[in-house]
Nanobody
């Protein structure tokens, strides 16, 4: 089993910044992609950004140029630097890890961290 834990959410004014962090822990696993997703009230969960083990990144159009995803493979961590936050960025942000364990591969999710942007 792999445990995924997020930290760093909070309340910020529009135009402000927050940094989210996520750590994956467990035994005998290999991390493939890691990513951040978010879910606003009344909406479906959506992709924010992903990063492959080799460093290739992918962003939702709505966050391009404002958010930056990075990872530390040695520490099994991923971070999301969020600048220029807007009220529409308000959501619960979830970290996800694409993990290979023995002969199977699956995604593990964190519990989520609340990000609230006031206007």
């Amino acid at each position: 089993q792999v445990r995924v834990v997020e930290s760093g959410g909070g309340l910020v004014q529009a135009g402000g910044s927050l940094r989210l962090s996520c750590a994956a822990s467990g035994t005998r696993f290999r991390l493939n992609a890691m990513g951040w997703y978010r879910q606003a009230p009344g909406k479906q969960r959506e992709l924010v950004a992903t990063i492959l083990s080799g460093g290739d990144t992918n962003y939702a159009d709505s966050v391009k140029g404002r958010f930056t995803i990075s990872r530390d493979n040695a520490e099994s961590t991923v971070s999301l630097q969020m600048n220029g936050l807007q009220p529409e960025d308000t959501a619960v942000y979830y970290c996800a890890a694409d993990v290979t364990m023995d002969l199977w591969r699956t995604w593990f999710w964190g519990q989520g961290t609340q990000v609230t942007v006031s206007s």
